[in-house]
């Protein structure tokens, strides 16, 4: 199982960015996926998850307002809008394959992991 994110970059805050997890190596349509965090110095966090249908998502309340997560099975794949972004979102994102159907901000519900994109907000 391999996930590859991408559409990591520099931006202004108030900027936009649309971050890319593509998994390979099996089916995923059936799991939730998830978009987590981790700053410099800093544990990773829960930032988004989506269901296997993409009809339930569920944020932190950090990005609640403006990050999107939405998904396309038939592509394996998961995206995670970001708008309005702030300094504070400058992060590694890493996506990740969930456990089951549904999957909330808690680590142990995901199964496999992507190797991460950097997002770097300039203020």
Do not use: H
């Not at 249908?53 to 998961?78: L, P």
């Amino acid at each position: 199982v391999q996930l590859q994110a991408s559409g990591g970059g520099l931006v202004q805050a108030g900027g936009s960015l649309r971050l890319s997890c593509a998994a390979s190596g099996g089916t995923f349509s059936s799991y939730a996926m998830g978009w987590f965090r981790q700053a410099p110095g800093k544990e990773r966090e829960f930032v988004a998850a989506i269901d296997w249908s993409g009809g339930s998502t569920y944020y932190a309340d950090s990005v609640k307002g403006r990050f999107t997560i939405s998904r396309d099975n038939a592509k394996n794949t998961v995206y995670l809008q970001m708008n309005s972004l702030k300094p504070e979102d400058t992060a590694v994102y890493y996506c990740a394959v969930g456990r089951s159907s549904y999957a909330g901000s808690n680590f142990a519900g995901y199964a496999y992991w992507g190797q991460g994109t950097l997002v770097t907000v300039s203020s």
